[in-house]
Each structure stands twice: as C-alpha cells, then as structure tokens.
C-alpha cells in the first residue's frame, strides 16, 4: 500500500538547521510530485510548495522562499525538506503529500526553541 | 494568489444533524476543490476531491457541492467520529491555497 513515512521530532535552537525525510512506497516515486505543508501550533494548514520528483524541480510559495530548500534522494524514494537559519516561528509540524494530495506523511514536530 | 474564505471558524452540532461547512473563493478555481478532515495529532485524510467527488472509503453521509464560487461541505447525519477539523483547498493554480478552517464540535 502506499505509504509515506516522515521522520520523527525535532528539537533545535534558533539559528541551528534541521533537515526532515520523507519516505515513500507503495508506488513509483518519480510519478508524483511531493508537495510539503506547515501547520503552526493549533493553527490551519499552509501550502510551503512542491518538488517535481522526475527531474528535481522545486518550486517554492512566496513565504517559504530563501531558508527552505527541497531535494531528492530519488534512489531512496525519499524527499526532503531542510530549514536553515531556524526562527521561533517555525516551530510547526511540517507534512509531505504526495501530488494530488490524497497521501500524506504523519507530519514531523519541529520545535524551535532557546 | 486565491483566497478561500472558510465559514464558520467552529461550530457545535448534536448528533444526527445536518451539518454544512462552506469555502468562498476569491477567483474562479472551477472544481478545483478539495476538502479534508483532520483529527488532533493526525494528518489531513482527503474527504471530497474536485468539488464533490466522494474519496474512496468515505462514508456516504458527507457529500460536496459547489453554487458559483461557493462550495460546501455537508454531513447528512452528525456521527461522533465526524468530531475533527475541517479544511478546504484549491488546486486550480499555484499557490495552492487552503481555507482557514473549521472546527466541527459535538454537543
């Protein structure tokens, strides 16, 4: 079956950098895009942008522009997000959805805090 | 980018009510439409695709629907298990845009 499983919490300071996997099976992983979405603390969802898993591609929402970087490791049917710089603000559980959005990872806590 | 203006923010209902959650949006998105639940602790699960296409294991008691730039989310008949956050999203151009969504609380 398909499943996409992300990897576990996170705790870092501010400045410090955090990288989440994101696992998929169950399916040919360069057929989809993936997609990544941040939900803030008791907060709605929000579209961050997707990667093209066929040739790398990332397109980034203008919010999420500058310390958020999204990669492949294709061989592994994994993406990735990386957050550089880390701010309070980004304390959030971060998912991956696989294109069409009808497949989502169990979302991984980052917690941003001094 | 295209708003969607989720209502209401949160409701209460008993069970076996009639229950509708509706998204405005700012732009023409035709049926490019997608509604989910989400459970505390849980990822979002897919409930209705292109406006009101009913996803595969979906109980049939919820049902989507669209009149010009307002769709809507209806559950037939409350059950406890509908307890959940409820959120919209349009797929019709990038920026993918979701509703601010709604909280569904039983009485």
């Known amino acids: 079956q398909i499943q996409l499983v992300q990897s576990g919490p996170e705790l870092k300071k501010p400045g410090e950098s955090v990288k989440i996997s994101c696992k998929a099976s169950g399916y040919t992983f360069t057929d989809y895009a993936m997609h990544w979405v941040k939900q803030a603390p008791g907060k709605g969802l929000k579209w961050m942008g997707w990667?093209?898993?066929?040739?790398?591609?990332?397109t980034y929402a203008d919010d999420f522009k500058g310390r958020f970087v999204f990669s492949l490791e294709a061989s592994a049917s994994t993406a990735n997000l990386q957050i550089s710089n880390l701010k309070n603000e980004d304390t959030a559980t971060y998912f991956c959805?696989?294109?069409?959005?009808?497949?989502w990872g169990q979302g991984t806590l980052v917690t941003v805090s001094s | 980018d295209i708003q969607m203006t989720q209502s209401p923010s949160s409701m209460s209902a008993s069970l076996g009510d009639r229950v509708t959650i509706t998204c405005q949006a700012s732009q023409d998105i035709g049926n490019n439409l997608i509604w989910f639940q989400q459970k505390p602790g849980k990822s979002p699960r897919r409930m209705i695709y292109y406006a009101t296409n009913l996803a595969n294991g979906v109980p049939s008691r919820f049902s989507g629907s669209r009149s010009g730039s307002d769709y809507s989310l209806t559950i037939i008949s409350l059950e406890s298990e509908d307890m959940a956050d409820y959120h919209c999203l349009q797929y019709k151009q990038y920026p993918l845009t979701f509703g601010s969504g709604t909280k569904l609380e039983i009485k």
């Open positions: 990667i093209n898993t066929y040739t790398g591609k990332p």
């Open positions: 959805a696989r294109g069409a959005v009808a497949y």
